[in-house]
């Protein structure tokens, strides 16, 4: 893979007691929007902060579009736009006050009015001082700032935190649009349908540790179905189902449902030999996979 | 349920913040009571001086009540107010800026129950803080052989409280008529200035004079409460203004809105005026941004100036109005202060400069003795909130995600203030120098010149210091401390080795001592006083930019400095879990 993003045995302890990454070794193909998946503390946003220099690894290293993240750091942040996840900004500048300081720091040349253009798509006013801005219009102006001079890479996290619905939708329009014109974007999240949404791979990371990587059907495919059988009369017993990667999960009214691990073939038959009345099979929703990931795993 | 939360919370806040300053009455007991006693006799000079009458609180300054009122309880309620003005800034528009109030004002409790108790809280620790005062007065009184009365001292205080208390609800006035925790601080920082400036040079003009009822100085002069005529109705006015000051602000707190505009309904054509200065002048959609061209580094020179012009221009024009009205009064005093020729304190407190009764030596008593370390104090504030300070309020951290080196953004910071604060203090020399010719008085403008440029050094230093220390340490208190124990230490040094001859050698480990602008005023330019301590300060900002490049930025650990110091260790190096969790997301 042609990686815009890579880390190997990357690694950040606090002290000697505090494990926040725990060798990370991730990549992150050129023009592909991954979502970084996991709990708070799981040390998602500790990766940015290392991408981007912000702090040290204590082993191991990262680059990102074959920069190394700390000795190139500025080369990396002159290929980057970051959002942090929470955003602060100069209480007493204005948007447009904001957008001209930072965008003054860039390296690559801004295009003003793409930038006024964005602003109103994302129904921001630039005239408002930072300071009186309500939590979703400050998330707004950091994405203003990290999209503003159009960079490679964007490490966003946590970007919709704050939005409305219908925001969130615009931002993922304009995520897909960053990606479409070539640029990587690597974000973290602990919201699922948003990954699900946009994302092509996803990376899960718990208690700094990446504990699996791969693209959402994938993911979605590999995990457990869930069975849902309803019967006229009083089903049989439990005894009737035992069968390889079937679990009944729950009994009621007349229905039993069931997570299914693999083929559902086995499954099917021996409802149809029960006098099944109705069946009804879909695939988790990738908010039921991170909850079996995390349920598999166990505490750390 | 604890009885009153928010008092004993906001009294739980102070507890450093009056330990500091009652060490600091502490001092100031002692040393007005050793200085009266050095000056002994010759004060009687000063006798008919309508001015340090004013000062004395109405006595002449030559007997003790009026020297004692003139140095203690004049300034022991000043530091005691600034005190209670950043406590009672912090507590409401402080806490409304970082959103923390919308908490507590969610809790089942009232508006004016929430501010009472705030208001409670600080009056209560500033009240404590200047009765701690008392003890060392009464001992210091006793050393300086100054013949009042121990209970007198506490009566004394008394009238110090309720001055002090005054102008806390003054300041919790303002933080419920503005916007903003600076708005307020200055409102009321202006208000305690306008009001010690009307009762002490009121009594120099008869323009002013009738002016001074308004000002609640006048009210609670020292010294008829330490000579026993206080007429009582003045004690009840102070204590009725200070009944009307705190319902107003009880009031007008219950009806404001929080975090929005932050003050009260204003109205129509008002409220428009002010709508439009903060919504900008543009009409939405008609912004046009200035991004022709790249400005880089600049963009954080001027950003750093911006930041810190309004309160270094303040300063610098408090500081040239001190110098020019020194050097206006000097020749009404030229020949008071013939009888001071010879005074150990005043040439201590000068240096080894000129005597007191010449321009130079007077300049340097009266301005070249306080100015520097105002300016040492706002370096280092302006340090602290230039790493520290953004790094808590999260805007470090986009900053330093721009492309350019940490070295070169902590250089840009750096250099934005020693402008900033190099300008205020050259603003100094224009107002002392003009005023010089206008009153005839007979200074040396290369001099003049060396003294006051001799304060950017001196400023420098501190600032680079503290640059270091934050950068170190990453904790906004821990190095503001250290810088202010530092800046407050080389100035003691310099002022009692004056005093202490055993200190004399010592003292050249201050700062001061090098930048005394005492000696450089008389003596003009000497490369050792002046390029020696910029030499240290760009030293000193050299390891800080080294520090800043080697440390993590805003990560919540204890961990800082040793992992900084072990860095080399990292690449390459095992890691094993050994505990639950991590600071990051």
Known sequence: MDAAVRT?????????????????????????????????GAGKSTTIRLLLDLIRPSAGRAEILGKDCQRDSVEVRALTGYLPGDVRL???????????????????????????????????????????????????????????????????????????????HTVWEVLREEAERGATVFFSSHVMSEVEEICERVGILRDGRLVEVAPVSDLKGRSVRRVIARFGDTPPGTAAFRLPGVREVERHDGVVEFSVDGDIGGLVQALAEHGVRDLESRAPTLDEVMRAFYEEEGPA | MRALPILMQTLGGMRTRSIVTAIALALLAVLASLEYKELGDSLQDLAGSAFYTALGGGADISTPEGFLSAYYFNFAPIIVIVVGIFASTSGVAGEEASGSLDLLLAQPMSRVSFVAQRMGGVAVGLTLTLLAGVPFLAWGVELGDIGVEAWRLLVATGGSILLALLFVGVAYLACALLPTRAEAGMAAGGALLIAFFLQTLGSTSEAIEPLRVISPFHWAEGTPLLTGDYPWPRLGALMGGNLLVYGAAAWAFNRREIAGAGRLPLPGPIRGLVKGREDGAHARGAVRLRLHGRFGLAAVVRRSVRAWATPVLLVSLAAAALGAAVVALYPDFRETLGEFADSEFFSGFAGSGAAINTPEGFLAVEYFSWVPVIFAVLAFMAAASSVAGEEAGGTLDLLAAQP??????????????????????????????????????????????????????????????????????????????????VTAGGYLLEFLAGFVGALEGVQKISPYYWTDGSILIVEGFDPLRFLGPLVIALVLALLALEAFQRRDLAVASPFGLRDMVSRSAWRGGELQPEAEGGSGG
């Open chain 1, 8 to 40: 190997e045995g990357l690694s950040k302890t606090y002290g000697d007691t505090v494990l926040a990454l725990d060798h990370l070794d991730l990549e992150v193909g050129r023009g592909e929007i991954f979502g970084f998946l996991g709990p708070n």
């Open chain 2, 404 to 485: 350019h080196g940490r070295r070169r953004l902590l250089a840009g910071k750096m250099l934005g203030l020693a402008l900033i604060l190099s300008a205020g203090i050259a603003l100094s020399y224009p107002a002392i120098i003009l005023t010089a010719e206008g009153r005839g008085v007979d200074l040396p403008a290369g001099g003049t010149a060396w003294a006051i440029f001799g304060m950017v050094p001196l400023t420098l230093l501190h600032l680079t210091f503290t640059f270091l220390v934050v950068c170190l340490l990453r904790d906004r208190f821990a190095a503001t401390v250290i810088a202010a124990t």
């Open chain 1, 90 to 168: 100069y209480d007493r500048l204005s948007g447009q006050q904001t957008v001209e300081f930072f965008g003054s720091l860039r390296r690559r040349p801004v295009k003003p009015d793409r930038v006024v253009a964005l602003a109103e798509r994302l129904d921001l006013d630039l005239t408002r001082r930072a300071g009186v801005l309500s939590k979703g219009n400050r998330q707004k102006l950091g994405l203003l700032v990290a999209l503003l001079d159009q960079p490679p890479v964007l490490l966003l996290d946590e970007p919709t935190s704050g939005l409305d619905p219908l925001l969130q």
